[in-house]
């Protein structure tokens, strides 16, 4: 789909969607918002001009993934191996899986986050005692054992699905990428992974926001046993990078495009201030863990004991980051209690 002259929208299923199931669900999806269970695809963009070729973001490292991209990339005039440029706004699979087949492809210049460079080592080229690591995580957490095996196992099962490549470019935020008459501002905002980085371009007064915004569903932020600090806190003040931009095209990387910048921010703002309230209310006062608490808050998609095993991970990992950034905010208290970590409240 063109955006403007020269910027093109691009779709790439999941592992789990064929190429047409997407397409219809991006379809559906914008005609009738609403959370789903999991995503069906990924929208990397595609900037042409002056001869230069920028891709953001790729998708899975399948051949349906890659026979779309190349379809979607036909239907403007261009093919992957012309991409001399790759953009990864974070290192999750669904948007760094491709990397490294177009990497071989092209020979493209790929751009990643310093941050994030670190994870693409731990995570794809050194993984071991990562699952391990994750598993004792959240037994102290409070995770019964017979759930943790397969809750840190996370998206390492679908390992064979990423085409790992370290970056030749690493980033730190502030840096500027000239495409032919657009240039863009890069823009560090960290939450929903350390090195998340969005594009900003603005005299086109254009935002790509890979998973920092999406329209109608906001990204997981959790912590994990590879996470450090408070990535809620982080993300939050990450959004009040952007809230003063002048931004007309607002481009994430799932559902759909959008334009209304500072609404969705206070959205967002509100729908965490509302989960943070939720978190709170579900500590018990004699102290309780982030299990404990994720077992009793409302998820949009249900409640913990309904999920598959990689969900309650995600919700487990969001909750403990939403505890963290309520003890940051000095309305929480940890204690360790029979090797388990608990919260209390203030």
Not at 128 to 152: C, H, W, Y
Not at 192 to 220: A, M, Q, R
């Amino acid at each position: 789909m063109k955006i403007l002259d020269g910027i093109y929208q691009l779709l790439t299923p999941f592992p789990q969607f064929t190429f047409d199931e997407a397409k219809k669900l991006r379809v559906e999806l914008e005609a009738r918002p609403r959370v789903t269970k999991g995503l069906p695809y990924v929208l990397p963009y595609m900037v042409k001009d002056g001869g230069d070729t920028l891709l953001i973001d790729c998708g899975w490292n399948t051949d349906d993934a890659y026979a779309a991209l190349e379809i979607g990339m036909k239907e403007h005039g261009s093919h992957p191996s012309e991409v001399n440029r790759l953009f990864i706004t974070h290192v999750h699979p669904d948007h760094f899986g491709m990397a490294g087949r177009l990497k071989r492809l092209a020979d493209c210049d790929v751009i990643i986050h310093e941050k994030d460079a670190e994870v693409v080592n731990a995570r794809y080229f050194a993984p071991k005692g990562l699952i391990d690591d994750m598993g004792r995580f959240m037994q102290m957490n409070g995770v019964p054992p017979l759930e943790s095996p397969t809750m840190a196992q996370g998206s390492m099962g679908m390992i064979d699905k990423v085409s790992p490549v370290p970056p030749d470019t690493e980033v730190k935020g502030g840096e500027t990428i000239k495409i032919g008459a657009f240039e863009f501002e890069i823009i560090w905002t960290p939450g929903h992974s350390p090195g998340h980085i969005c594009l900003y371009e603005p005299n086109h007064k254009i935002l790509f926001t890979g998973d920092h915004i999406l329209p109608t569903i906001t990204p997981n932020v959790s912590i994990n046993s590879q996470t450090h600090g408070s990535p809620l806190g982080d993300y939050m003040r990450s959004l009040d990078k952007l809230d003063k931009l002048d931004v007309k095209y607002v481009l994430p990387a799932h559902e759909f495009d959008t334009k209304d910048l500072q609404k969705r921010i206070s959205e967002i703002h509100h729908h965490h201030e509302d989960r943070l309230a939720e978190m709170l209310r579900c500590v018990d006062a004699g102290g309780s863990t982030a299990w404990e608490v994720a077992g009793r808050v409302k998820w949009a998609t249900g409640m913990l004991k309904e999920f598959e095993p990689h969900m309650q991970r995600a919700a487990v990992g969001e909750t403990i980051a939403h505890l963290e950034y309520l003890y940051e905010r000095g309305q929480l208290a940890k204690v360790f209690r029979d090797a388990h970590l608990h919260w209390l409240p203030v």
